[in-house]
């Protein structure tokens, strides 16, 4: 089972991190727990686990450390990026970072909630916005926090952000992905057919990045 690694080795040189979230599934009304994630959940403090580190060259943070960069990452696709902020912290970049973070609820489930109410008041992250889909009457989810934020994110866009996404790739990264269109369409001014271009090419630049599954 692959995991993305949610640590600087810059910050905690001598740690690394990751972000499971236990399964406790069920099928034909059998519980169905994950076996991976069931697993690491169950080893007591101090086990040993055996891993096998994998690099991921298409999904890095920009060589530039000036560059702006947007990250979307609901549910543990925020994993990565709770690294690439401490990197980017640790670094001293002076780029800007926002982060899109989305879940069912504001008290159960906003991960690392803490640790980025901390990046906020030290500067190292510039922007958060959130949506808890279970939180109010009407369901909201990072996309739609994406359109809501249009002008913004086209304004980062122009100014030569990179985009991020990891998580989900059945529904979100597809849902996020329409968003964008719709960002450059709305904000930019740009047919549909421009705006799938311009997403190509950023793509092309190593700008519009993703980690999904």
Known sequence: RAYSISSSRLATPDELHVTVAVVNGSRDGQARPGCASKWLASREPGATLPLRLERNQ????PHD??????MIGPGTGVAPFRGFVEERAARGARGRNWLFFGERTQREDFLYQVEWQRHLRAGTLDRLEVA????GAQKHYVQDRLRACAQ??????????????CGDAQRMAKDVHRALIDVLVGA???TADLAEEYLFELKRQG????DVY
């Open 132 to 135: 808890f889909s279970r939180d």
């Open 65 to 70: 450390d000036d560059a702006p960069i947007i």
């Open 152 to 165: 913004d994110v086209h304004a980062w866009l122009r100014d030569g952000a990179h985009v991020y996404v």
């Open 207 to 210: 700008r519009y990045q993703r």
């Open 58 to 61: 298409a999904f890095r943070l």
């Open 188 to 190: 930019g001014g740009m």
